[in-house]
């Protein structure tokens, strides 16, 4: 079942008078439990593609299709509605509220949802166990190291259920070993728990976590290649085939 | 709202210089604000209080030591028709220009007070106390706080000597600055040892018929005695005592004005400041799922808790000051007591909600309308 569908997506930045292309009549279909990784060069869209797919910016053009809601025709508030229900955004700085302890950041989407005190505290306390920090719930961010922010910001994403789960360059700010954990988090997030992830990466290292590799050049999808663990490549698709 | 307090709580908290000495100033100008509104609001109580006394004062005679009535006049008074009944009194200063520690003497005939003062309440000493002495005194539970007199006690100041024979409270407007001793004390006999008075007190059978008894009055003194008089309602007779104090409490008005803007330009410069350093913030907060309106009421509930705790901090102070050093502004005999009310603290605090609310709105309005893209850039 297709989670998420685009069609003839097109977005064009505004600077002042000049019109600046970033996506040019893109589709792509994500499947419902695909773990996709968007690479390309800088200045390729693979984030503002992301964004689009998270709710956080407009298509100028096209359809963009979630969860079999058209983000397009939703206002401001349903489409941030939507995002609390829906969307669970991995950051590569991760973002974290600095005045806040791990385990408040994680409650905070929660904090949108109709659900008690002691539902909340549940249910974070789940995630926090998963990512391996509950024993670090009270800590601030300043507190804990890239790697451990990161699994906080992961923790975040995942803690209100949400249909799908989008991360930018989720290990570009770490060293190999500790993007190695992340990775695997992610990779367990998909495999175990089901999760729909979208992923930018410029990094193949990273890219060879997810089962389908997307690539974007100057704003076009130029190929698409499902991967499976432990055998080789299979390209299934390229762009203008 | 409420689950999202700690949050808001936090981010005050976690800035806390910034925070505190927004705060600091808040509190500060809020006291001065409250202060000069007490001043205020003790004018307007004399101004708006019932007007249902004469007092009857020697015409073109401004400060109290220049009205030189004969106590006798009261007889005369007491005969006009619709006067229920008269107290002379001597009123007596320790300083006739303005002050903020003026004493003022009414001596009366002890006798009569109880009767005409029905209003007052002993915190210490009882009427047969007062009446049993020639030199005792009634104070003031203002004055007596302000110069710590104590019943038994004896104190010279104006050159009159008394003894403290009891401290009273009283709801009746600026009477707790006065003190009460026997006219007799000192009301200066003449040369035929009539004591003078320097005004009588009035009391109508229907204040509504207060302008014409005032007439008859002034025309019934004048005609028997050849004096003339200027007989007010007491509201009248306080105003023109306080006329030079107007123009310059209504000016202290604007000042108080100044206070709340310069308090408006404060928080707002604090949210401002705020908001600026949290841009992205409130992008991740958006992306998270928060809609413009959450980040928005997120950010004016800072502003308002911060302008609130400084307006609880400047309310507090204000009117503990004000209780713990009663003030009052004296002229002419007449006092404007600073009065810290209910409806002053309620002021305070209502007015720093809505200093809250203005500086907090625009900057908090940007906040939820910044786009979430550029704004994590």
């Not at chain 1, 963009?64 to 700085?93: C, E, M, N, P």
């Not at chain 2, 006049?73 to 009944?85: C, E, L, M, N, R």
């Not at chain 2, 308090?263 to 991740?284: C, F, G, P, T, Y």
């Amino acid at each position: 079942m297709a989670l998420v569908e685009i069609k003839n997506l097109s977005k064009v930045y505004r600077k002042g008078t000049q019109e600046v292309p970033v996506l040019r009549d893109l589709d792509l279909t994500v499947e419902a439990g695909e773990f996709v990784a968007l690479m390309g060069p800088s200045g390729s869209g693979k984030t503002t593609l992301l964004n689009l797919i998270a709710g956080i910016d407009r298509p100028t053009d096209g359809i963009i299709r979630v969860a079999g809601v058209d983000l397009s025709q939703l206002s401001r508030t349903k489409l941030a509605a939507w995002r609390a229900q829906h969307v669970g955004y991995i950051f590569q700085l991760y973002n974290l509220i600095p005045v806040l302890t791990a385990f408040e950041n994680v409650e905070l989407p929660l904090l949108l949802l109709p659900l008690s005190r002691s539902e909340r505290r549940k249910r974070v306390e789940v995630v926090l166990g998963a990512v391996g920090l509950l024993d670090r719930y009270d800590h601030y961010p300043r507190q804990l190291s890239g790697g451990q922010e990161q699994r906080v910001a992961i923790a975040r994403a995942i803690v209100a259920d949400p249909t799908i789960i989008v991360a930018d360059e989720p290990t570009g700010d770490l060293d190999a070993e500790t993007a190695d954990a992340t990775l695997a988090l992610l990779r367990r997030l998909n495999e175990e728990m089901g999760k729909t992830l979208v992923m930018v990466t410029h990094d193949p290292h990273a890219a060879a976590a997810a089962k389908r590799l997307v690539r974007l050049e100057k704003g076009a999808l130029v190929a698409s290649e499902l991967r499976a663990v432990g055998e080789e490549r299979e390209s299934v698709a390229r762009a203008g085939a | 709202m409420l689950k999202f307090l700690p949050y808001v709580r936090k981010n005050i908290l976690g800035h806390r210089v910034r925070s505190a000495m927004t705060v600091a100033g808040t509190a500060v100008l809020l006291f001065l604000f409250l202060f000069v509104t007490s001043v205020q609001n003790g004018l307007d109580r004399i101004l708006d209080a019932r007007d249902d006394k004469l007092i009857v004062f020697q015409a073109y005679r401004f400060c109290p030591s220049s009205s030189q009535l004969p106590v006798f006049y009261a007889d005369t008074i007491q005969a006009v028709p619709g006067v229920k009944a008269v107290l002379p009194v001597k009123v007596v200063v320790n300083n006739c220009r303005a002050s903020l520690d003026t004493v003022v003497f009414h001596g009366v005939d002890p006798k009569l007070l109880p009767a005409v003062r029905p209003n007052v309440r002993f915190l210490s000493g009882d009427w047969s106390a007062f009446q049993s002495r020639t030199d005792a005194a009634l104070v003031g539970r203002r004055i007596a706080e302000r110069r710590g007199l104590q019943p038994g006690q004896s104190f010279t100041i104006a050159g009159i000597t008394v003894q403290v024979a009891g401290v009273f409270a009283s709801d009746a407007i600026g009477e707790e600055n006065v003190i009460y001793t026997h006219l007799t004390l000192i009301g200066n006999p003449g040369s035929h040892h009539d004591f003078h008075a320097t005004l009588f007190e009035v009391q109508l059978d229907d204040p509504q018929h207060a302008t014409d008894v005032a007439a008859a009055i002034d025309a019934k003194i004048r005609e028997k005695y050849e004096v003339p008089t200027e007989t007010k309602p007491q509201k009248a007779h306080y105003a023109g005592a306080l006329a030079d104090l107007l123009d310059l409490i209504g000016m202290t008005r604007w000042l108080g004005f100044v206070c709340v803007g310069v308090v408006v330009v404060l928080v707002a410069n604090s949210v401002v400041m705020s908001a600026q350093d949290r841009v992205k913030e409130h992008a991740v907060l958006q992306t998270l799922g928060f809609s413009g309106p959450r980040v928005f009421s997120l950010m004016l509930a800072e502003s308002c808790l911060i302008s609130l705790a400084g307006g609880l901090l400047g309310t507090a102070a204000c009117v503990g000051f004000l209780e713990w050093r009663p003030m009052s502004l004296s002229t002419e005999g007449v006092s404007i007591d600073f009065v810290a009310s209910g409806t002053l603290v309620v002021a305070g605090l209502v007015l720093s909600l809505v200093v809250g609310f203005v500086a907090g709105a625009v900057p908090a309005w940007q906040a939820g309308r910044a786009e979430i893209v550029s704004s994590l850039r």
